[in-house]
């Protein structure tokens, strides 16, 4: 009984899987994600991603064959992972691999494409260390790292002029280097600011209460901030309750994503200076483009796993239009330098450490029909906010 | 930090026991009386808060509010009863903490429910009504919600302390509690009684959940974070003591909120301490240290042990020769697998990651069936052995081999450590103070980024270029998962496995015949740390890289269900219950989208079938023919 | 030199007086038997000379030398075996594996890993369990015993160590008057034979009466009355504490 049902399981998801490859054989893309753990972010990157196959397929697919995703869910769990990652490359015979939300995923991956010499394209793990310390020939990285998203506030964050800054950030790698580069460039930038306060909180387990008490004691006159998800939500719920934003300005990163500012509804904090996502304002002919077609095929509205999902496709398609095939070496040589068209615009992978150039949204929260928004934007290109080519050379060892 | 600072900072803290007393107090309840170490609890705490959102959403006003809150409780209360009659019931003859397996299959059903009900994204509350605004207290604003937080944690309390004093019903909880024997010679219905005890822990846990909504989201990570907490909560408060649940919830949430209060602190040796990040581990931490000088908790008494009435261990049975013969056949094909397999092929991975998890599961059944030590953070041994060999290959430069010997080392240094105290306790005790060692191994080594890569983790430690080849890892890791199973079987047939099962049976015999208990459990808590150091090793290097996860909770508790899964009283238990657990996530993950409430469904289905494990219940299939 | 000499001995429990100020001695060969009711401080007794509690106060030598403080294990070391009032066996093993491993821990020979408990010798097991009447149900596990057959694996257990000493708590619980004549009588013999000094409890009267060559008469923790069981059933205090009633021990034959 329980071996029938489990062969019924299997051969409905063979079949479903079967009728979705095309007759000649497709470029397959192995995709290795926490889709499961983490939901919010990871469903509207898959319909991204699904969009971005239908039209490149939709339009011949690239270098005379379609391509095809073949998705694994990875528990939130490096070694399963891995294991999947395995699967793909020697059962499904994948072309190339993408993929990843969490850092360490991220980093495990990257070790793993270069292992077994196969292209890597992280797509979402923000950790500097996938393209710097840990980088490698076979790793790509597309979104705009920790320390690209620190560095495009900081100018608005000294132009704010405010002396006493404290910090509040997960307890995590992500957290602490996104407070470090923020420190060490504002410092750069401000000479004579101080830090006055740092909480770093358990990840999904801050006592928001307590937190925003200290943060207030210290009495800064701005706040970092790198909470995200649940934290976020109960840091600015307490922090309004508790007076703390209304005479501290607060810069804040990845706050203006639809992921974390919807949930907040007409709480959004007001006049927090984001990075993140403002896909109901964004005027560009592409961005237009892309949400015109997402919004026809889901009935929703995009949130930046979408962009990130579909971007992640749509570099890959132009990789491997580039190399002309699938072969790994050549593909790792289209990537290098690789101008691609995303949603947000035309960016490129930089030679010399593989991250890509794609940018990001900066601007001011504000409240408008009950719904968190951001105004004041301008799109920063990740381009500009890197450190110089001798400081990443010297942190990225050589290939 | 001024003193006015202080005192609001304590009155945050006692919000946040007053959360934790709601969370906790339930699970107590229905561990005192019915021994389940109910996992689902957390479940049970985020499902209130989605209950109750729902309500508020369409319910508007004061009335609505107030009546949301308390529906969404009552709501996980009648949920809870549902899963004691058509779940519990049916198991709680099986062996020892066999409930926790159906409770965590149940974990994942409820997950992956509500997140095809509710969806993937957090959903925010409104405030309370009257409540939404903030009192100045010494300058500062507190939430008014949180002052009625406060009181409602005192409240809770007196009521359940006057239903547990006042009425029969409390009366048959608190003898229940402690001793099962007496209730049924009482004639009480038994049933009953832990339907209504389930019940109304389930309630409790749901209107903690419910009374949240103000201040936190409704997420789906809410279960796992409430199942933590409430676990030490209740631990250090002693085990189905309600007031001492409520006594540590006061000194968890006060020893946090003093942590965020105090910042970073410069210290005379110019280095600086930064008390907040402490909060990572500050419960663990109180528990060890309360568990360590108080070993039944605060308020707890002796003798919980989780082993139901009425279970007799079965024999070991030395393997007779058609056995060994299977073994011997066993190993031969196992061997044989990369001839009748392609090379390169995936069957090869999975064999790989199924062989660590044997030796993993073995090394914990090890210590849980014959040893009789509950352990909940069984992975930390795994995790140091991990961590020692990725550090010797990637730091020290050693070879495979000699990192392959550091592993155990690994695994045996923290067990010997760690062991020393943890054999002092027993039960759940115990249990919860490995858990307490491992939450802590791992915030260090999450923490350290200059030595372990921090919560990246390490990355690079693939094998010598002579086992690059799948095939040839996959022998290897034959030959060492399979050969330290053996060894471990052979360790249970010497004396010492008999003077082990000898200390589990009875501490007064063993001790009337000369055996000094804590030695013997010493040595096998520090043998089975040492095999599941083995195990972290082999994993290292079959997976390149390794980060803290390595070492986490859900690691440990993987190792717990695939111990129960076969049969915590058999020897090839583990084997079987490590191989159909991995077995079953690889085939349900890879072809279901809502892979997580299957696998649930199968391990609740696999429970239900095999209430003795499998092998175990297989085994007395066979033994009644 | 008596083989085991109590000095002022008190425990008390939470401010109850479960033994307090009780003095004794036992001489090798000797059976005592040790009688009051239940709660009397029997049990507590037992549990302090085998070291599984800490007395308050008092002196236990044994051979001359002080054992307070000591482990059981250590205690059991110098030649102390016991039986429990709840016959405490190992359910998992069989019988004859229970007072194998008795017998190892005597031989030292419990912490070794490699070679099969199977291949170690038995004999001495055996012997054991002839001598107490259990070798037919050697191979049985201990779990499914019945009681009284649970408590004679517990003396062959106790005997494993050749001890000098040997406390039995209630040994005969649980057994039909036949039964408990012949364990009794098994017990007298060892004792005359080895020069054991056997200290026991008992409900049932025959075998106090019948088998101990002096009494010890416990109530609420004190020592009351001791003597040859003439003495002591002749004894009024003994009588009145015993079951209130002066004609408690009426009837009872020797």
Known sequence: MKAKLLGGVIAAAVLSFNSLASAQTPIRIGEVNSYKAFAAFLEPYKRGMELAVEQVNAAGGVAGRKIEVIARDDNANPGDAVRMAEELVSAEKVDLLAGGFLSHIGVALGDFAKQRKIVYLASEPLTDKIVWQGGNRYTFRLRPSTYMQSAMLVPEAAKLGKKRWAFVYPNYEYGQSAVATFKALLKAAQPGVEFVNDQATPLGKIDAGAVTQALADAKPDAIFNVLFGADLAKFVREGSTRGLFQSTSVVSLLTGEPEYLDPLKDEAPKDWIVTGYPWYAITTPEHKAFLDAYQKKYNDYPRLGSIVGYSTIKAIAAAIAKAGGANTDKLVQAFSGLQFESPLGKATFRAIDHQSTMGAYVGRTAVKDGKGVMVDFAYRDGAAFQPSDAEVKKLRPAD | ?625 | MSLLSIEGLSKSFGGVHAVSNVAFSLAAGEMLAMIGPNGAGKSTCFNMINGQIQPDAGRILLDGEEIVGRPPHEIWRRGVGRTFQVAATFASMTVLENVQLASMSHAGAVRRFWRPMALYPVEQARDLLDQVGMCEQADRPCGDLAYGDVKRVELAIALANDPKLLLMDEPTAGMAPKERIAIMTLTRDLARRRGIGVLFTEHSMDAVFGFSDRLLVLARGRLIAQGTPDEVRNDPAARSAYFGSDRAFEGIRT
Request: hydrophobic share 55%; charged share 10%; aromatic share 12%.
């Open chain 2, 1 to 625: 930090m001024s003193l006015s600072g202080l005192f609001v900072q304590a009155l945050n803290g006692l919000a946040a026991a007053s959360t934790l007393f709601l969370l906790a107090s339930g699970l107590s309840l229905i561990f005192g009386v019915t021994r389940i170490v109910n996992f689902a609890h957390g479940s049970f705490y985020m499902l209130g808060a989605y209950v109750a959102w729902s309500l508020t959403d369409r319910l508007q006003g004061a009335i609505g509010f107030w009546f949301s809150i308390i529906a969404g409780a009552a709501a996980i209360g009648v949920i809870g009863m549902i899963v004691e009659l058509t779940i519990m019931r049916r198991i709680y003859r099986a062996p020892e903490l066999f409930q926790l397996l159906a409770t965590f299959a149940l974990t994942l059903v409820i997950k992956d429910a509500t997140l095809a009900l509710w969806g993937a994204e957090d959903l925010l509350g409104p405030r309370a009504p009257g409540l939404a605004g903030a009192i100045t207290i010494l300058d500062r604003r507190v939430p008014q919600y949180d002052l009625a937080l406060i009181a409602s944690g005192p409240l809770v309390l007196l009521a359940l302390q006057l239903l547990l004093t006042r009425t029969r019903w409390g009366v048959l909880v608190r003898a229940a509690t402690q001793d099962r024997q007496m209730v049924a010679a009482l004639g009480v219905n038994q049933a009953v009684l832990f339907t209504s005890v389930f019940a109304l822990g389930a309630a409790l846990a749901g209107l903690g959940g419910a009374l949240q909504l103000p201040r936190e989201p409704a997420g789906l990570s809410m279960d796992m974070t409430a199942i933590g907490d409430a676990f030490v909560v209740v631990v250090v408060g002693g085990m189905g003591s309600i007031p001492g649940a409520f006594v540590a919830a006061l000194l968890i949430a006060e020893v946090k909120a003093l942590c965020i209060a105090l910042g970073d602190w410069q210290t005379p040796l110019g280095f600086i301490v930064a008390f907040p990040k402490f909060t990572l581990v500050a419960e663990f931490a109180v528990m060890a240290i309360v568990l360590i000088l108080r070993p039944w908790g605060l308020m707890g008494r002796p003798d919980t042990t989780i082993r139901p009435q009425g279970s007799t261990s079965s024999l070991l049975t030395q393997p007779g020769t058609r056995q060994s013969w299977f073994i011997a056949g066993f190993a031969l094909l196992l061997f044989a697998a990369p001839l009748l397999v392609e090379a390169r092929s995936y069957t090869l991975v999975f064999g790989i990651d199924v062989l660590t998890a044997v030796l993993f599961a073995a090394s914990l059944h090890f210590l849980m069936g014959p040893g009789g030590m509950h352990s909940f953070g069984h992975a930390a041994y795994f995790g140091l052995g991990a961590y020692a060999a990725a550090l010797c290959a990637k730091a020290l430069n050693w070879p495979m081999w000699a990192a392959l010997v550091a592993a155990p080392a690994g695994g045996l240094i923290g067990a010997i450590l760690f062991g020393w105290f943890c054999v002092r306790l027993s039960g759940v005790y115990l249990a919860m103070l490995t858990l307490a060692f491992s939450q802590i191994v791992w915030s260090v080594v999450y923490q350290w980024d200059g030595l372990t890569g921090g919560s990246n983790g390490i990355v690079g430690v693939w094998p010598s270029s002579w086992y690059s080849s799948k095939a040839a890892f996959y022998c290897l890791a034959v030959i060492v998962c399979g050969g330290a199973t053996l060894l471990l079987r052979r360790i249970l047939f010497a004396p010492f496995g008999y003077a082990m099962r000898a200390a589990r049976d009875s501490v007064a015999r063993s001790e009337a015949i000369g055996l000094d208990v804590r030695r013997i459990q010493w040595i096998a808590f520090s043998i089975a740390g040492a095999f599941a150091g083995l195990a972290g090793g082999l994993f290292a290097f079959s997976k390149g890289s390794i980060s803290p996860e390595t070492l986490g909770v859900s690691r440990s508790i993987d190792g717990l269900v695939m111990v129960l899964l076969g049969g915590v009283d058999t020897i090839s238990g583990p084997i079987v219950g490590a191989a159909v657990f991995l077995f079953l996530q690889d085939q349900i993950a890879r072809h279901v989208e809502y892979w997580r409430a299957i696998l649930g469904l199968f391990i609740l289905a696999l429970v239900l079938l095999f209430p003795a494990g499998i092998v175990g219940t297989i085994r007395a299939w066979t033994l009644r023919r």
